[in-house]
């Protein structure tokens, strides 16, 4: 199977911290025999053309350099915004040419094109299905910020005409899944070809949860959790992350109780945060990024890991701590209330309220949960390479046959 995924970024190498998840996907389905080819628009440090952990990376130029590069650190949303939104044409185009470019590569056996985020990447994989030709279907996967950003009746025009002309929709949550079926309107889960697929009519996407797989190489293995380890929180330091909402629920903690406070990851709101914590008389150290070879050493360091964030459509840090066999103190958002059974491996705090996660953070540090968690790392096999590959893989055998079928 042919499968070119077009994403918004993608790492420059197996060090870089930037949507490291993305590469543990294209690993995963290399790994289980697809023939993968990664699109995404040009990084100022990276060649137009070249391989990172055995996967073909293509990047394409589409406006100067400056605004390339805040693309590349993930600042679409802000980037594309007044007049700077006129850039958002050509990348589109750009990335749409090339993606069928991709796929239209040994065409005899079939593609797939797999877009991340519906706008722009899934918008492009749809659009460069339908220019590669009758032999190429289209998913789109629909992360965090997808309904976040969709506010208002064009954003959502739009993401409706982009779901339901892909050929499946993958959804990282069962919250996500809801949202981007009240667009399709169709019921959730894997169907067969409909009689009026099969005379050549669209009647709508695949609807499926897959969950980004999990780096367990990256983590190392598991370790006895230190007693006198600090908190650790990890992500990138901007407002729907909450490391603020954690600064100010520590500080409303007794002071002779307040824990170490670790945060590991650079983002636009560092200088912000490290004002607040000095202003708080929070004991908290920022990293800055670290490679996602070293993420395993700082759950090792942890006693627990807190994810404090206003919003998430999976909690890639939630998974991989329970992975690390760390506990977790998170707010109930994503897919956090799935993976966390209070008392027994964490505590949930609603989100943005800085009392509620200090109790959540009493509560945890109080009992024997972080001194004594197991040190075998939790096992969240739903969320290993081999069961994501292998769900994905499904769905794009499904929609392959469909798309042959529907062809006179």
Not at 33 to 41: F, L, R
Not at 77 to 88: C, E, H, I, K, N
Not at 259 to 281: K, N, Q
Not at 341 to 367: H, I
Request: glycine share 8%; aromatic share 4%.
């Amino acid at each position: 199977m042919r499968v070119v995924l077009v994403a918004p970024g993608f790492p420059t190498s197996l060090d870089d911290h930037h949507k490291p998840f993305l590469l543990d996907h294209a690993r995963a389905l290399a790994g289980a025999g697809a023939e993968v080819t990664v699109v995404c628009p040009a990084h100022p440090d990276a060649p137009r053309r070249h391989v990172v952990g055995d996967i073909e990376v293509h990047r394409v130029r589409f406006a100067p350099r400056r605004i390339e590069a805040r693309v590349a650190l993930g600042e679409s949303y802000r980037v594309f915004s007044g007049l700077s939104a006129l850039w958002v044409v050509p990348m589109i185009a750009r990335l749409t040419l090339a993606a069928a470019r991709q796929a239209r590569r040994r065409s005899g056996t079939g593609a797939v094109i797999h877009g991340h985020w519906w706008f722009p990447c899934g918008l492009v994989a749809v659009a460069a299905a339908a220019l590669a030709g009758r032999r190429t279907a289209s998913v789109v996967h629909i992360h965090g910020s997808d309904a976040a950003v969709t506010t208002n009746a064009i954003h959502r025009w739009l993401a409706r005409r982009v779901l339901r002309r892909a050929s499946a929709v993958v959804t990282v949550s069962e919250d996500l899944q809801r949202w981007a079926s009240s667009l399709t309107q169709r019921r959730r889960g894997l169907h067969p070809p409909s009689s009026t697929e099969s005379a050549g009519r669209h009647s709508g996407p695949v609807l499926q949860i897959v969950s980004m797989p999990v780096g367990t190489d990256r983590l190392g293995p598991a370790t006895p959790t230190p007693a006198d380890g600090p908190v650790v929180a990890l992500g990138r330091l901007m407002a729907e992350k909450g490391f603020d909402v954690l600064i100010e629920a520590v500080a409303l903690m007794e002071a002779a109780e307040r824990p170490e406070v670790v945060i590991v990851g650079d983002g636009p709101d560092r200088a912000l945060l490290e004002a607040l914590a000095l202003r708080r008389d929070v004991n908290a150290t920022f990293t800055g990024a670290v490679a996602p070879g070293e993420v395993g050493e700082w759950y090792r360091r942890a006693r627990l890991v807190c994810v404090p964030s206003r919003r998430e459509g999976f909690g890639m840090i939630t998974a991989e701590a329970l992975t690390a066999g760390r506990p977790v103190v998170a707010t109930a958002v994503g897919a956090a209330p799935h993976f966390i059974t209070e008392g027994v491996n964490g505590f949930l705090a609603p989100p943005d309220s800085a009392g509620a996660l200090a109790a959540a953070l009493n509560k945890a540090l109080q009992s024997e949960l972080a001194a004594s968690a197991s040190t075998t790392a939790v096992t969240l096999p739903p969320f290993g390479a081999e069961a994501h590959a292998a769900a994905l893989l499904e769905i794009y055998a499904s929609v392959a046959t469909a798309q042959r079928r529907s062809q006179p």
